[in-house]
């Protein structure tokens, strides 16, 4: 009973460590999506406040989109 204990003790240690580290990691990546959004953003914010110079981030970046028809 006791070594049945001791491998379920150090089974559920090791789930809880690789528990931790998958969410160090989501952390990680989740600001890194942040990040990246929020450049995102500043570039299309960019896009729209100069036409004229073009952005690459407009309707050519996907060419399976379909821009909305204007009225």
């Known amino acids: 009973m006791d ?21 160090r990691k ?5 600001q890194e999506n942040q990040a990246l959004l929020s450049e995102l953003k500043l570039k299309q914010a960019k896009g729209r406040s ?6 690459s981030l407009g309707s050519t970046a996907n060419p399976n989109y379909d821009e909305p ?3």
């Open 26 to 30: 989501a952390q990680q990546l989740n």
């Open 50 to 55: 100069n036409p004229e110079q073009g952005s």
């Open 3 to 23: 070594k049945l204990n001791s491998q379920l003790f150090w089974k559920n240690y090791c789930i809880i460590n690789e528990n931790e580290r998958l969410r």
């Open 69 to 71: 028809s204007k009225p």
